[in-house]
């Protein structure tokens, strides 16, 4: 199986910085009529990482990355409206950040790739896997939902403190935004390290506009019928004590994906890569090699 | 749904429709909030029947899934400032306001305790509407009822820097000109539609007096609103 054609772009990219540990260094790609900006570390199997709501890459913890990529071809980028990427007025329906994720792929001349989708961004990876599922080898979905009426949202207070942000400077908005995301214990007793990734997320912050339309357009996704057409084998990861995408709706994603894996890690919210990095790089790359090894027998799903 | 009212439709909308003799015009300005009350809710005769009515239309809609937001595009943040119509004040407006919030907007007060007289709103509407735009960063949509649509378009034409869209809940009037590069949008009872004669003006069922809570009126409003492209503020 052909996973990552030769590529002189990304070969190049690789060849300057192999190796994980290094600073962030983004590249920009025109893609699907704007510029998203992206990077690459590591080398093996393509794995394509996601960001969820108002983030952008930079907001993956450094260890989980470094972990990842002493496995995987890691490549992380800013969705649109975030990072160093284009923040347009529009197009941020999530079938149309879904094609901003294949654009790059095209760009990067890879034809199939792992894809980790962490909650917002687990929405656009469902959008990717459902309409162009030749190209995902296999999808990690954590902390996120299917939309529509097969969703559980959060109760409406929840809600209010993730998007009644007026008023506020970053900083406040982000402190305001940890009392759903991550959990309480971790967060008192990891208050120096949450404060220091909040500082990396708000080099780039989100303008309120992109934020807005994210919302808005992952208000509006909806893929439970889509679903069961799924062949990509897929592994569905949250935290029992997510209060923002409660665990009942990683359940439903497992009842609508055929064959999907699912795993509830105790005692972690929404938060849970940050949370339990060392736990969440276990099970996500034993997945991926347990995938890959599956693909290498032949198996039907790999093509 | 239809679509918008076009500046340039409105002047032949406006030989289309007579200007009526108001009992303003024969009783002098002192009786305009008279003419105002009367032109809003028709004959004292009629209250009570028109009372009634409304009660039952209240009834009759109060299970409407427009009000628990379900069935209605979710907003994308933009600032909206409520214009109240007649003897309306922020209070009335206080439903449509809080249900503009709950599908992604952000209604701004525009601190009108009770419209007695149109020309008194220019000055709040001004700074709740500069001060919305200013706020979010993007241009503010004004939302008007029947008279309040006269100051909002006084407004609007003088601060299009900082309002996008007029969306008008009711005319009193026969169909207004928008100003020049502001949108203009409207929503009209059925029972009025003599008054607003075009076919692209968005017609809904219901009383005129209860636009303001009408979910047909708010479902329409709500698909208007989500057409409405974001204008960024021009900060150079």
């Not at chain 1, 949450?194 to 909806?222: G, I, N, S």
Request: charged letters at 20%.
């Amino acid at each position: 199986m052909k996973e990552r054609r030769k590529s002189d772009r990304a070969d190049k990219l690789q060849e300057q910085i192999p190796l994980a540990g290094r600073p962030m260094t983004m590249c920009d790609a025109e893609v699907n009529g704007i510029k998203i900006a992206f990077d690459i570390r590591g080398s093996g199997p393509p794995l394509i990482l996601v960001m969820g709501y108002r983030l952008n890459s930079r907001a993956w913890p450094l260890d989980f990355i470094d972990a990842l990529a002493e496995r995987f071809t890691v490549v992380l980028f800013d969705n649109r409206g975030t990072g160093l990427s284009d923040k347009p007025l529009f197009g941020y329906e999530l079938s149309n950040m879904a094609k901003d994720v294949c654009g790059l792929m095209d760009h990067l001349e890879i034809a199939r790739a792992n894809v980790l989708g962490y909650s917002m961004g687990g929405a656009i990876a469902q959008e990717l896997v459902c309409r162009y599922p030749e190209r995902v080898l296999s999808l990690v979905l954590c902390a996120t939902l299917c939309g529509g009426r097969r969703a559980i949202y959060a109760r409406s207070t929840v809600i209010n403190i993730m998007h009644d942000l007026d008023g506020l400077d970053p900083a406040a908005a982000a402190r305001r935004i940890w009392t759903v995301t991550y959990e309480p214990k971790y967060l008192a007793t990891n208050i120096d390290k949450v404060e220091r990734q909040m500082q990396r997320e708000l080099e780039t912050p989100t303008p309120l506009h992109a934020a807005d339309l994210q919302f808005q357009a992952f208000v509006d996704f909806d893929t439970s019928e889509a679903l069961s057409s799924v062949r990509s084998p897929t592994l569905i990861m949250t935290g029992d004590g997510d209060v923002l995408i409660p665990a009942r709706n990683s359940e439903v994603l497992a009842e609508l994906i055929p064959d999907a894996q699912l795993a509830i890690l105790p005692g972690f919210a929404h938060r849970v890569i940050w949370e339990s990095t060392g736990q969440c790089v276990a099970l996500i790359g034993n997945f991926l090699e347990q995938t890959q090894a599956a693909a290498n027998a032949g198996d039907s799903y790999a093509g | 749904m239809r679509g918008t009212a076009m500046p340039d439709d409105l002047n032949r909308l406006k030989k289309r429709v007579p200007h009526q003799a108001s009992v303003s015009t024969i009783l002098g300005p002192a009786a305009g909030f008279i003419d105002e009350t009367l032109r809003t809710f028709g004959l004292p005769l009629f209250w009570p029947y028109d009372s009634l009515e409304a009660a039952v239309e209240v009834l009759l809609n109060s299970s409407d899934a427009v009000y628990r937001g379900q069935n209605v595009p979710y907003g994308d943040g933009k600032p909206v400032v409520l214009v109240p119509g007649h003897l309306g004040g922020d209070v009335t407006l206080a439903p449509l306001s809080m249900w503009l919030h709950a599908i992604g907007y952000r209604p701004a007060k525009s601190n009108i305790l009770i419209n007695i007289n149109d020309r008194s709103l220019d000055n709040p509407l001004t700074v709740a509407s500069r001060g919305a735009a200013l706020r979010i960063g993007r241009k503010t949509i004004m939302i008007a009822f029947d008279t309040g649509l006269r100051s909002a378009l006084r407004v609007a034409e003088v601060e299009r820097e900082y309002v996008s869209d007029v969306i008008a809940l009711g005319l009193s009037d026969p169909m207004p000109a928008a100003p020049t590069g502001v949108r203009l949008h409207v929503i009209e009872s059925a029972r009025r539609a003599s008054v607003a004669p075009d076919q692209r003006v968005n017609i809904v069922p219901g009383s005129r007096a209860l636009l303001y809570v009408n979910p047909a009126a708010w479902r329409v409003l709500a698909g208007i609103l989500r057409e409405i492209p974001i204008t960024l503020l021009d900060r150079s």
